[in-house]
């Protein structure tokens, strides 16, 4: 049986995304965007909250140009992916890799998709939970830590505190990262455990905000977004160190590359974000918001 989770909440069409300091109107948008994008005079981006701020810094430095870059993150990648399929946007930002799913799901779509770089996931534990012991954890530990079958640290060598987790939601490009790890025997993942200890969260932010502030949490993350947080701590997987040196070199288990998707080859405003993005100043703006760049991948 594949978990099932509650629906959340959403806040509306419209969200205010910090990002660099300053606050960029993000809005979901409809409409019809032809094929390659860049029709319209606005291009309409949508999907991971791990790569939106590479695209929303983009965005900010083409508008120096005349372009128009909107940029939303609702769903996800999988959001993402949806709205592309749809024809609502231009460009779906996606942490996960197009599977055969979203190709039949819109069998008339070209998926094209361009890579910007790698991330990686972090498990995430409070500070004073790994400082107490809690430094590694191996995949059958991980495994009982998600399926809810660990109440307290100190099972793993830690403090006498109960384990809370925070859970992705389906669709989640971090999510789906977390699972094939887990089940690399192809077993599907099981139900989500009924426990008060257990929530689905969504985006990076809302991740990080509840690990900040829930004692004992654990949570997968985009290590990105754990820089500059000391209160926060990345455990070691199987051993493994989560370094840059070990991510360029798929040491680490828990890594993606971090997509641009269009349907068909991009064109007009679309390719000139993407081309951005892959000019070397827009492979600065993935090093500076803590990815691996396609040069640092050997890819360049």
């Not at 996800?76 to 799901?105: E, N, Y």
């Not at 989560?242 to 890594?255: C, D, E, G, I, M």
Request: net charge positive.
């Amino acid at each position: 049986m594949r978990r099932r989770h509650p629906k959340r909440k959403r806040t509306g069409p419209y969200q205010l995304t910090a990002i660099g300091g300053s606050l960029l109107l993000c809005t979901a948008v409809a409409g019809c965007a032809g094929k390659g994008g860049g029709g319209g005079d606005t291009v309409r981006v949508s999907g991971s909250t791990t790569v939106n701020p590479v695209v929303a810094d983009a965005g900010h430095a083409l508008g120096g140009q005349g372009i128009k870059v909107s940029v939303d993150t609702q769903g996800g990648s999988a959001g993402g992916i949806s709205q592309l399929g749809s024809g609502q946007i231009d460009v779906a930002m996606s942490s996960k890799p197009l599977s055969d799913a979203d190709r039949k799901r819109f069998p008339k779509v070209d998926f094209v998709a361009t890579e910007i770089g790698r991330d990686a996931v972090g498990i995430i534990i409070r500070r004073n939970v790994y400082e107490s012991g809690t430094t590694s954890l191996s995949r059958d530990q991980l495994k009982r830590i998600f399926e809810g079958k660990t109440a307290n640290w100190k099972e793993f060598g830690g403090p006498d505190l109960p384990v809370y987790v925070f859970d992705k939601e389906p669709g989640r490009g971090t999510r789906e990262v977390l699972d094939k790890y887990l089940y690399q025997d192809g077993a599907a993942p099981p139900a989500p455990p009924g426990s008060g200890r257990y929530a689905i969260v969504g985006g990076n932010e809302e991740t990080r905000t509840k690990l900040l502030t829930t004692p004992g949490s654990v949570a997968p993350l985009s290590s990105a977004f754990v820089e500059g947080r000391p209160e926060l701590a990345t455990v070691r997987v199987d051993g493994i160190e989560l370094t840059p040196q070990n991510v360029a070199a798929k040491r680490y288990p828990l890594s993606r590359s971090l997509f641009l998707i269009t349907n068909g080859k991009p064109a007009g405003n679309t390719r000139k974000l993407i081309d951005y993005v892959l000019s070397t100043q827009g492979q600065s703006l993935v090093t500076r918001h803590g990815y691996l760049n396609l040069a640092r991948l050997g890819q360049r």
